[in-house]
Structures are given as C-alpha cells and as structure tokens.
C-alpha cells in the first residue's frame, strides 16, 4: 500500500532531542513500507526564517511567524500559533495532496489538524508523546490543578476525542486516554525504539578526552541529556557525597544542557562538589559516543510527576543498545521499559541515599555487568526495534484510508 502521509510536527533537526530522534526513526520506517513522507513544523522551530529547508537529505517545509496581533498577547499566543498552522496548513496541502494527516503532540498541532482534516476530508492521526499540560508543570509555567492546566486538559482530550485514530508511546499514556473516553480499539501503541545499527557494544575510553577533562584515575558516572527539572539531577547530587565517602575516586560527569544547568552548578557549589563535578557543556551529536564511553555507570534518576510517570524515556533503550550499565528511578515511565536486575537497576525516586546504594551497589558487583549488558542488548534488539514498533502504524493507516 503507497500512501502519501503528511507529518505535522513541533519541531525537526538540525534541532536534537528526543522529539526529533524519534521523529526521523518514524519517518524512515514508514519509508521502508514503501510509503512517501512529508514534513512541516511549527513556529517552534527556532531559529529558522524559510518557507522551506532541506536537512541531512530531509525536506522540511517550515511555518514563519507572520503579523498576528494574537502573537503578541500572552493570553491568545496559542490561539496566535494554531492560527499560523492552520494557515501554513492550507497550502503544504496543496502541495503535497496528502492521502492522511500525520500530526504530533502538542495539542496546539493537532487542533489546527482537526480542522483543516474536517475542512478538506482528510483522515486525521493524532500521535501523542506527552501531554502539554503536563509539560508545563514541569517547566513551571503552571501548576496542577490550575485554571491553565485544566484548560489544557480540556483541549487535549477534545482533540483525543475528534481524531480519527489516535497514537501514543507507551502503555501508560494510552490508559490515561482511553480513561478520558476514547475508545480503546481507536488507540494504538508505537513504543519508543532503538535503530539498532546505529549502536554497538561500547568501546574503550579514549584517554585524551578523559585526561583533558581532569577524569584520570576516576570511576565515573554520568548523565548526558538536556537539564530539565524532571531528570532529577539535582538529586544525583545530593547523593553524590555518600558515593564519594565510600568511593573516593568517582567523579559525576554531566554531558549537556538546559533550563537547569545554572541551578545546578550552584547546588555543585553549594554541596562543596566543585572539584567533583564535571560539566562538559553540550557536545556535537557525533562525538556523544566518545562521552559515553567514558562513563561506567549512567544515572537515570526522573523525579516522580505525572509526566515521567506515564512517559518512557528513550535514554535507557539507547543504553541497553550500547550495553551500558545504569541506575534508574523507579518511576512509571521507566517500570515499562527496564526489568531490575536483568536490564538495568531501579532505585526508588526521590530517594537519594537510594540512588546512592544502587550506584555503589553496581560498582562493586562488576561481575554482574556481563548479564546485564546481554540482557538489555538482547531486549532491544527483540522488543524494541523501530522496525517493529512503526509496523504499528500499518492497519490503522489501512483503516483510515481504506
């Protein structure tokens, strides 16, 4: 079956996230099932002016920011965004003449959909990676339970409800949809995978990059990813000294960025880490593999929320596909995905002496490493493949169009 299915997304690269990670796995597959992609973003692709782009061998065609009144009032900015979507919408339609509607949370995407899927007759999926409401409680621009959280939460399941098939990343976002009234036989799974030939096996450190970040000598553990405040990185150090009194030659190296890193450094400061403390600053993304063959033992340590309680993470499935060895909080989101003590260690969230045990638990059972690196290997390259999960997509994708 060809089809021709248009992909209504946040963002795309050359910005990197996890977002855009799996976006490009999706689109390959489909690729792969002979079926033909195309692209748009939203305004929240920062950073880019053109109506069109390519990336890396990707088209993407791109949503400018126009003169909205909307745009500049802070209570209609939403309207402003879904505004210029619907508009950008319009005509990419024109273009590609798309046989369905491939759009991508956040809820502000999949309203503008809805209406021009109602306006022109085209089939709508609606792919859900995490609810926006519960984003922003994250990023503290609102609280539960609020009037803006409510609002948001009312918007999302309208849009649940209005799609004509609905999509998600794990079991823990489709039991909170189906709970919101929408029918379980119209949600459907695509878990976050691993492109297995794009990881092998760890190798060795490279000792010019160790020495040249003052890592000689040390055990190190680490965490490479964006700084936000659900990864839980402030409590990775607060456990730090109790690791540190038993084992003196670890050292934490923190590869990356983001809203948190200022806070951060000064919780380092403040806890008299300094020394202790390696922030390398965001790496390019081909040289993340030479970071993370530098770390013995990676620290997953998401605080307990609605948010990593019901979303899985890709960072520990691309563990597994390397054979890395990490310690992870035991939050939903990572129940789903690691079995303890078979593909990684779960510590209790929130905990820092547990995190701290763990972690030293792991160092001192070295001799446990060769079974679970085997076994989380041997779990994505089974379970957790991005073949087999964009399968998925292919008897729904035949419902809709059929």
Do not use: I
């Given at each position: 079956m060809s089809l021709r299915v248009l992909h209504i997304l946040d963002h795309s690269i050359p910005l990197h996230s996890g977002y855009t990670f799996r976006t490009l796995s999706i689109l390959r597959e489909q690729r792969k099932l002979g079926w033909q992609t195309f692209h748009l973003t939203t305004p929240k692709q920062v950073g880019c002016q053109r109506a069109e782009e390519d990336v890396d061998g990707w088209h993407f065609y791109r949503t400018t920011v126009s003169a909205f009144a909307g745009m500049r009032l802070p209570g209609l900015h939403p309207v402003g965004l879904m505004y210029q979507v619907e508009k950008r919408l319009m005509e990419v339609i024109d273009i590609v003449k798309p046989d369905i509607l491939h759009v991508h949370s956040p809820v502000l995407n999949a309203i503008p959909a809805l209406l021009v899927g109602k306006r022109l007759g085209l089939p709508v999926a609606y792919e859900v990676r995490a609810f926006w409401e519960d984003a922003a409680v994250d990023d503290g621009t609102t609280t539960e339970g609020s009037l803006r959280y409510r609002v948001t939460r009312r918007m999302e399941t309208y849009a649940l409800k209005r799609a004509d098939h609905v999509f998600t990343i794990c079991d823990g976002l489709r039991k909170d949809i189906v709970a919101r009234g929408v029918q379980a036989e119209k949600v459907t799974v695509i878990p976050n995978a691993v492109d297995i030939e794009s990881f092998v096996v760890g190798g060795e450190p490279d000792a010019a990059l160790k020495s040249g970040l003052g890592l000689q000598d040390a055990t190190v553990i680490g965490f490479i990813g964006s700084f936000y405040a659900y990864e839980g990185l402030d409590l990775l150090l607060d456990a730090l000294p109790q690791i540190i009194e038993t084992r003196p030659d670890v050292r934490l190296l923190l590869v990356g960025g983001g809203p948190q890193e200022h806070a951060l450094k000064e919780q380092a400061a403040r806890l008299?880490?300094?020394?202790?403390?390696?922030?390398?600053?965001?790496?390019?993304?081909?040289?993340?593999?030479?970071?993370?063959?530098?770390?013995?033992?990676?620290?997953?340590?998401?605080?307990?929320?609605?948010?990593?309680?019901?979303?899985?993470?890709?960072?520990?499935?691309?563990?597994?596909?390397?054979?890395?060895i990490f310690a992870a909080s035991d939050v939903g989101g990572h129940r789903e995905l690691i079995r303890h003590g078979e593909t990684g260690m779960l510590f209790r969230a929130g905990d820092a002496p547990a995190l701290a045990s763990t972690v030293l638990e792991l160092l001192d059972k070295r001799s446990t490493w060769p079974h679970l690196r085997a076994a989380g290997r041997r779990f994505v390259e089974t379970e957790r493949n991005w073949r087999r999960s964009v399968e998925h997509y292919v008897r729904p994708f035949r419902q809709l169009v059929g």
């Open positions: 008299g880490l300094t020394d202790k403390v390696v922030f390398a600053g965001r790496v390019p993304h081909a040289e993340v593999r030479r970071y993370y063959d530098l770390v013995e033992v990676l620290a997953y340590p998401r605080h307990s929320m609605r948010l990593t309680e019901l979303v899985t993470p890709l960072k520990p499935l691309e563990a597994m596909a390397q054979g890395r």
